[in-house]
């Protein structure tokens, strides 16, 4: 227990009286269970608050631990509940010893007590998956009233070392941590490494060697544009040089050792192929020299050959299923398809790399450098092209070849080369290669009903935004048409067509549609809005203090040409005047030139970029984004002669 | 002529094949057809559905058997799920669980011109224990691709009477259906159909005579959960009784299509419900559960997990005595103790109309389902002589109970009754009171179930409009920015509605959600007033500052005058409707606006006054404006007092929508003086 701020101030004789007889009614742990102790300053904007929490390891031998945990959580609300953490996963090579809940009310009263059978026992299969051979059994508690406080204690027995539990004492936005300590014993003989980041700026202690404690974290609010929480909060993180996994004894003094044990001992005896496959791959692609024109090949084999299925039975969360296997049924999971691409392309002397990372859109998360260990949840692969690599998604059947903006891209990844593994960045997409040109026609009649013929062209990040409107039926794809364009009210989409153009990767849509009195009419004044096809209407949120720095994640490009044609029974009567804006989160254009008596074009351009940013700029970016906000909804005005 | 026979033979013989629905029967034309003949967009098709319902009489008395032959093609790469199938077995413990038998499954693929077949294996089914009474049985098809065929069948064996709901509609076609059902003479079932299925099969009815070594038991089955072979005791005899017969023989079925704005595309689904409603006793003559919604209604008000239940008093009155007893309005009773439920026993997410382990048990334990939560806020008021009975229910998602069965419904609520009216009542969540029930409740009409056994229907959708109200002031600033006060009452729904999003966040956070959407606007000083008090409607008030509030275009100055609050778009997009539209509850929307121009401005164009109505004042939407002085004000309403749209009013209801929205973002003009 840290010294409690609040005791400190009890100065005179009567309150060192009334302090003793608080420590003879409620010992330190008990005041745990009372909500109304908490530090005013843990309890402002939380969900939860972690009031102690412990964590042992145990590590016993390079394939044994125990992990011991005892976790103290008050709750303030239905948010908060999913905070409580009071599960445990088991399967062959875990067992749960030991796991029992209490719930306390507000006052630290004990109101209800949880024993192993009172846990629900469930299968631990994750959306997506087929099969899988975890289970879990977790507290399913429906709170009586907020706050309450939950004590949650397990105990699991591992007969595998290859995911030593992490710390993160600050565990997530709106919840603060009154003390968290996390201790690793290691008894096994083999040398255990460990990293921790972030560690600045936050109440943690040292306690001992691997024996670490925080205490008095105040909550962090989400602010939008925040950078991944796990990148700016602590973490300690931890592996044996010598592990096992499920089974399989595993090497890991750096990444290069450890990815020539994933190739030798995961990888390696899966590649095998049947003649029949061989020969019908070299036959494909007998007609060129060109490696990478090769792997297109078997790319576009793989994707009319396979399909995603994920089934996870032992230690096939970590080894792919057989290159013969997916051969044979015409499936696999990121790992299964990755290696049974690998495996063909071997075969015709094309090399390639079976790459491990976090795949994720929203959140862009790096496998760390500087730590080797069992990271990452995804599989893809990696193709050498002279200096710099071409990225391949195996588990899309309709994905293009190369294309991998949206999901892995602008990544640390893990590379395993026969020789070893190798960390490498995954191709970043600049906004030039993210382009959305938008040109459109546009015939407005004298009452301001318009008729227009709009094509979108998209690369890059872009294009895998709007790829799949293709696939959509006629409905759907009318209504996504609608929902886009949602500033045009009256919106009729008269006829779609696409052109997917999968060696360019550029997605082109052209859309005809018409819209009655788009331009509202007031007297003898129509009053219309040219930027109809590409809106940017939201700011992002306006907060008194900024507590985070903030990022832009993925840079893109937007430009838009529009003519703009009326009946001779019209006249301009005022055009907005051009604007230009750059800044350093990007630059904005547009004008409005008169062609012609009756028409006009409008030209826009409007230019995201990636960055990092302090939180003093976030006013700046509000601004740049105001003003987008306030010009693409600049009108012009037109009236009759 | 001789290669006109051949063509005629060809069709002829293509045909044949096509129609060939044994299993392993597949043929080229199957596997070689690139697109549905009636669905060119369908990502796949049921090619052959055929599923066999029947008891066989074993040692244990009559056993379920449900066979399944399914035959599909897939088109695209869109329709590769259909590949992977998910069959639920029930576990009703004590070793009495459903068995998967007689799995076999092919895949059916063109290879260089001949069909080319790959096996199901063993290996590639998957079998788990979801939780204690759900098993899932998965496995997934080898080698799909585009065109394929796939072929599976498959024997559930059950040891329970209840039979599932039979499937009759996909959201892909179904070119061939077979449903045979055959139940024993022992047991009555009644057949349902859904009544919002746009698909109603055609049904022949039949019986015939079986034979089999009947052993006739002493003790009464009367729980359609329990096995029916539980503690009784046995004496055979050679006999024979009558199966009655129900098949359903059709051909292309439609997709069942998806469609935004409903509440789940199961309520739209063609199915065939099977509700076991009596089972011989013994003795002859029947034991029934249900036939008429009287008979269904004694049945469920006889059932000691449901009128028992509400006879319990002890273990709360003493409780309830200092906070009811000194009050007499039935009203006021029943909302004092819809907030002391909700305080002393909390929902765990589960639906039902009966009490699994008792009210008693859910009011110590502090949480129960429905049921427990309905049950004994009718039982206080029982008990505090008011008149509050329970009204079943079946929740928006489950469908309309049209047919006299206890699975129509599945929920309970709570209604009192005074010679001045009637109120319901829910106290599973925050925010219900008086007449405002959780949305989920709010399905057509509910059964009222009195003491005396008798039932009576109720409407449950609300008459009385929710209310929000706004007045917005407007003072427009020299540099185009505007600055003002807006004022917002919500009441009953939308009160509901807007404290579940509002109650429990920060103000900085209430703020922060006002202004999104809303372009460079910042709101203070917010004031948001009857929070949590039920009895009151919400009132929430703020200061706001919007810049670029008007446009200055040449001379002139052009103004959206709703500002902020207008419809910035309609919310029906779609050109057509598959189903109605359902808004729960009418609706009532009122703008007073006053707008203070600014120094050395006049209104040059003011948009007109206009009033446009829907279907006989359905709905009605109304646009005052004028000028007074200095000030522009403006009167604006929307009412919205029918709760459904049926789709063939869709187009017109689309277009009134279409009109408010350009009737709300017509601009004032100012000129200078």
């Known amino acids: ?641 | 002529m001789k290669s006109i026979i051949l063509t005629l033979l060809l069709v002829f013989n293509l045909t044949l094949t096509a129609q060939n629905f044994k299993y392993g029967k597949v043929s080229d034309v199957e596997v070689i057809e690139k697109a549905h003949p009636l669905e060119p967009n369908a990502n796949a098709a049921v090619l052959y559905k055929s599923e066999k319902i029947y008891f066989v009489y074993t040692s244990d008395g009559f056993n379920q058997m449900r066979e399944v032959h399914e035959r599909i093609k897939i088109y695209n790469k869109e329709g590769f799920d259909w590949a992977t199938k998910r069959i639920v077995l029930y576990r009703g413990g004590g070793g009495s669980n459903e068995i998967l038998k007689k799995v076999q499954g092919e895949t059916y693929n063109i290879e260089g011109g001949k069909i080319s077949k790959d096996k199901l294996t063993k290996q590639a089914i998957f079998e788990e224990d979801v939780n204690d009474f759900i098993r899932v049985s998965t496995f997934t098809m080898p080698n799909i691709k585009e065109g394929t065929v796939i072929e599976y069948a498959y024997t559930i064996e059950s040891p329970f009477l209840a039979i599932d709901d039979v499937i009759l509609q996909y959201e892909v076609p179904i070119n061939q259906l077979e449903v045979a059902i055959a139940t024993p003479e022992y047991y009555r079932y009644n057949k349902t159909f859904n009544p919002k299925a746009q698909f109603y099969p055609v049904i022949k009815e039949s019986q015939e005579n079986k034979s089999a070594t009947l052993v006739s038991s002493s003790g009464p089955t009367t729980s359609i959960n329990a096995p029916k072979n539980a503690s009784r005791n046995y004496s055979q005899s050679q006999g024979t009784y009558i199966d009655y017969r129900i098949e359903i023989n059709e051909t292309n079925i439609p997709a069942l299509k998806d469609e935004e704005l409903i509440s789940s595309l199961d309520n739209y689904r063609a199915k065939l419900g099977m509700e076991l409603t009596a089972i011989q006793q013994s003795g002859g003559g029947f034991k029934t559960f249900s036939t008429t919604w009287e008979k269904v209604c004694e049945n469920i008000y006889q059932a000691p997990s449901f009128g028992e239940q509400i006879k319990r008093s002890n273990f709360y009155s003493s409780d309830i005595e200092p906070i009811v007893g000194s009050i007499s309005d039935p009203f006021t009773k029943a909302f004092i103790l819809q907030n002391f439920v909700r305080s002393k026993v909390k929902w765990n997410g589960l639906y039902g109309f009966t009490s699994p382990k008792g009210i008693r048990n859910a009011y110590k334990e502090g949480a129960g389902n429905i049921a427990d939560i309905n049950l004994l806020l009718i039982s206080m008021l029982q008990s505090s002589n008011v008149n509050a009975y329970p009204v079943l229910v079946s929740t928006r998602n489950h469908g309309v109970p049209l047919f006299p069965t206890q699975n129509g419904f599945n929920y309970v609520i709570c209604m009192v009754e005074t010679d001045e009216g009637y109120a319901l009542f829910d106290a599973s969540e925050n925010f219900t009171s008086f007449n405002v029930l959780p949305p989920r409740a709010i399905n057509w009409q509910g059964r009222v179930l009195k003491p005396d056994g008798s039932s009576h229907w109720v409407n449950l959708i609300p008459n009385k409009p929710s209310i929000q109200s706004t007045s917005l002031n407007v003072t427009l600033n020299d540099d185009f920015s505007a600055e003002g006060v807006v004022r917002k009452r919500y009441t009953d729904y939308l009160a509901f509605d807007y404290r579940n999003k509002y109650a429990f966040s920060s103000d900085d956070d209430h703020i922060t959600k006002l202004e999104s959407g809303n372009g460079s606007i910042e709101i203070s000083e917010l004031n948001f007033e009857n929070a949590k008090d039920v009895t009151k409607p919400v009132d929430v008030s703020y200061k706001y500052e919007l810049q670029d509030a008007v446009e200055n275009i040449g001379d002139n100055v052009y103004l959206q005058p709703m500002l902020f609050t207008a419809m910035k778009e309609s919310p029906f997009k779609s050109d057509t409707r598959l189903y109605p539209i359902d808004f729960t509850y009418p609706v009532s929307e009122k703008y007073i606006i006053n707008i203070m121009l600014p120094e050395g401005y006049e209104v040059e164009i003011l948009p007109q006054s206009e009033a446009l109505t829907f279907k006989d004042e359905a709905c009605i939407f109304k646009y005052i404006s004028k000028v007074n002085g200095k000030y522009l004000q403006l009167n604006i309403s929307l009412d919205i007092n029918t709760t459904v749209i049926g789709t063939t009013d869709y187009t017109e209801f689309k277009a009134f929508f279409e009109k408010i929205v350009e009737k709300q973002n017509e601009q004032v003009v100012l000129k200078k003086v």
């Open chain 1, 1 to 641: 227990m840290p010294p409690n701020p609040f005791r400190m101030t009890f100065k005179t004789l009567p309150y060192y009286l009334l302090f003793f007889i608080c420590l003879l009614s409620y010992s330190q742990t008990q005041d745990l269970y009372n909500a109304s102790l908490i530090p005013d300053e843990l309890s402002d904007k939380v969900n939860s608050v972690v009031r102690y929490h412990d964590t042992k390891i145990d590590i016993s031998a390079y394939n044994r631990m125990l992990v011991t945990e005892k976790r103290i959580i008050t709750v303030y609300n239905k948010i908060g509940d999913r905070n409580l953490r009071a599960f445990a996963g088991y399967d062959d090579k875990r067992t749960i010893k030991k796991i029992e809940a209490f719930v306390y009310d507000k006052s630290g009263n004990q109101i209800k007590k949880f024993k192993k059978g009172d846990f629900v026992d469930e299968s631990a299969v994750s959306g997506g998956t087929l099969y899988s051979d975890s289970r879990v059994k977790y507290l399913n508690y429906t709170p009586i009233s907020y706050p309450y406080t939950l004590e949650f204690y397990a105990e699991i027995d591992y007969q595998t070392t290859a995911f030593i539990p992490t710390w993160q004492p600050l565990e997530k936005y709106y919840n603060a941590t009154q003390n968290s300590e996390y201790q690793i014993i290691n008894n096994s003989g083999v040398e255990l490494k460990s990293k921790a980041s972030n560690f600045e700026g936050f109440n943690i202690e040292t306690k001992g060697p691997l024996h670490y404690k925080a205490s008095n974290m105040p909550a962090i609010a989400y602010e939008e544009y925040s950078p991944d929480f796990d990148s700016f909060t602590p973490e300690f993180k931890a592996a044996l040089i010598e592990f096992d996994m499920e089974g399989v004894k595993g090497i890991n003094n750096n990444w290069q050792e450890f990815g020539k044990w994933m190739n030798d001992v995961l990888i390696a005896d899966t590649q095998k192929l049947p003649e029949s496959v061989i020969n019908e791959v070299k036959a494909l692609t007998a007609y060129t020299n060109d490696p990478i024109e090769k792997a297109k090949i078997v790319y576009q084999f793989v994707q009319d050959k396979t399909r995603y299925i994920s089934v996870q039975v032992g230690i096939g969360g970590w080894k792919p299923i057989s290159a013969m296997e997916v051969n044979q049924v015409g499936y696999g999971d990121c790992k299964g398809l990755t290696n049974y691409t690998q495996a063909l392309l071997k075969e015709i002397g094309v090399e390639s790399y079976y790459t491990v990372i976090y795949g994720g859109s929203g959140r862009i998360y790096d496998i760390d450098k500087d730590f080797s260990s069992t990271q990452g949840n995804h599989v893809i692969l990696c193709l050498p092209n002279e200096d710099d690599y071409i990225w391949l998604e195996c588990t899309s059947q309709t994905n293009p070849f190369g294309l991998i903006a949206g999901f892995t891209d602008d990544r640390a990844a893990l590379i395993i080369k026969p020789e070893g593994g190798e960390v490498v960045r995954t191709k970043a997409y600049k906004p030039y290669e993210s382009l959305q040109h938008t040109k459109a026609t546009v015939l407005f009649d004298e009452s301001g009903n318009l008729e227009a013929s709009v094509e979108i062209k998209s690369t890059g990040y872009q294009y895998s935004l709007r790829e799949a409107y293709e696939t959509k039926d006629v409905k759907e794809q009318n209504l996504n048409y609608k929902n886009y364009w949602g500033n045009i009210n009256n919106l009729q989409i008269d006829g779609v067509s696409f052109k997917n153009d999968k060696d360019e990767i550029e997605f082109v849509e052209n859309v005809n549609l018409s819209a009655k009195n788009y331009a509202s009419k007031t007297g003898n004044r129509l009053l219309l809005q040219p930027n109809l096809f590409n809106v940017v209407s939201t700011i992002p949120a306006r907060y008194s203090t900024r507590y985070l720095d903030f990022q832009i994640s993925r840079g893109y490009e937007d430009q838009d040409e529009y003519v703009l044609e009326f009946p001779d029974t019209l006249e301009i009567e005022a055009l907005p005047e051009p604007v230009l804006i750059d800044t350093k989160f990007g630059t904005y254009e547009f004008s409005i030139e008169t062609l012609d008596k009756n028409k006009v074009q409008y030209k826009r351009k409007y230019i995201l970029n990636k960055g990092s940013y302090a939180k003093e700029e976030y006013e700046d970016f509000r601004e740049f984004r105001k003003l987008i906000a306030k010009h693409d909804k600049a009108k012009m005005v037109l009236k009759t002669k």
